[in-house]
Nanobody, 120 residues
Framework: QVQLVESGGGLVQPGGSLRLSCAASGSIFSRNLMGWYRQAPGKERELVASITSGSSTTYADSVKGRFTISRDNTRNTVYLQMNSLKPEDTAVYIC??????????????WGQGTQVTVSS
């Protein structure tokens, strides 16, 4: 099975920074897409950022220029560096991995989520 363990959430003031980490274990294989979603109470879950095995990245418009996603393939870990945080960034951030074999999607796995609260 695939397991994802997140860390790095917390309370930060507007304009501050946080760095989220997600360590993956299990049969994630080499071809995968890792990313971060977030969900605030009463709102739909949204994709924040994603990164391919080849380190191609995608960002939501709301976080472009402020967040940076990266990965360490040796450690099977994905990071999300969040700068210039705003109150509207407050949400549970959930790590995600999508696995593809022979170009076909085969699995979608989720972490437990880590709370990020931006407040003064």
């Amino acid at each position: 099975q695939v397991q994802l363990v997140e860390s790095g959430g917390g309370l930060v003031q507007p304009g501050g920074s946080l760095r989220l980490s997600c360590a993956a274990s299990g049969s994630i294989f080499s071809r995968n897409l890792m990313g971060w979603y977030r969900q605030a109470p009463g709102k739909e879950r949204e994709l924040v950022a994603s990164i391919t095995s080849g380190s191609s990245t995608t960002y939501a418009d709301s976080v472009k220029g402020r967040f940076t996603i990266s990965r360490d393939n040796t450690r099977n870990t994905v990071y999300l560096q969040m700068n210039s945080l705003k109150p509207e960034d407050t949400a549970v951030y959930i790590c995600n991995v999508k696995i593809a074999l022979y170009g076909t999607y085969t699995g979608d796995y989720w972490g437990q989520g880590t709370q990020v609260t931006v407040s003064s």
